[in-house]
């Protein structure tokens, strides 16, 4: 696994904080609404196990950062939360109904973890990556990703990540909107939790920190307000373990 894909650690709180969710709508179309046994995987502080849990699914979550999983452990007392990687699941085979991933498949190394998460699902068991992406027909949206970059762009058209087979079925794509309400003035911190933001070195986070309260000041659809609508479209990708 990459040095980025380990940065969130330093910022765990910051990025559960200001993080969105993920809409109950987009995880009954991955795994449906008949509760199940879900592997949560990569699953950060926890996020997506929330929702998971709300929706009355028995889960399992598996995240490498140990800082990470403090607060995932903290966030949701009761739920196993194991040290472990896509490329080394620490499960029995078949011992789960479903796989699913949040913001972080694009960290996998696929032709190792996809024998591992089939090898962990039950027959005709669900894989269902899934990504909250910035909806950028929103023009002061556009402006933002302007500055921070188009992390997760094209999901919301066509699977970027190379074949899935032969162990899963061809991913299946379906889209909900939402939307998020964000501070204003957290605006800077949505940035601050991106591995890009992590990794830079101090002159890239001040230009990054000086160009969004640039924008989050002089935008019309954010200058003098306290918050504001961040609109989503949450791509998810289901397939079937072949």
């Known amino acids: 696994m990459s040095t980025s894909a380990l940065s969130f650690g330093s910022a765990a709180r910051l990025y559960d904080s200001i993080r969105p969710a993920y809409p109950a709508q987009a995880v009954a179309r991955a795994v449906g609404t008949e509760p199940v046994r879900v592997l949560d995987l990569g699953a950060g502080t926890g996020l997506l196990t929330g929702v998971l849990r709300a929706a009355g699914h028995q889960v399992i979550a598996v995240e490498p950062d140990p800082q990470m999983r403090a607060v995932a452990t903290e966030r949701h007392p009761g739920t196993q939360v194991l040290a ?69 762009y094209g999901l919301e058209s066509a699977w970027q990540y190379g074949p899935v087979t032969p162990w899963f079925t061809e991913p299946e794509l379906a889209l909900t909107e939402h939307t998020v309400t964000v501070p204003t003035d957290r605006l800077i911190d949505l940035v601050r939790s991106r591995s890009y933001y992590l990794t830079a070195d101090a002159a890239e986070q001040a230009r990054l920190d000086r160009e969004v309260g640039e924008l989050a000041a002089t935008d019309p659809a954010l200058a003098g307000r306290d918050s504001v609508e961040m609109p989503y479209r949450t791509c998810v990708y289901r397939m079937r373990r072949a």
């Open 84 to 152: 472990g990687s896509a490329e080394d699941i620490p499960l029995p085979d078949g011992s789960v109904d479903a796989v699913v991933v949040g913001q972080a498949y694009h960290w996998f190394t696929p032709q190792d973890a996809l024998p591992q998460i089939h090898r962990v699902l039950r027959k005709d068991g669900v894989f269902a990556p899934m990504w909250n992406v910035r909806d950028d027909r929103t023009p002061w949206v556009a402006a933002l990703s302007g500055v921070i970059g188009t992390e997760g």
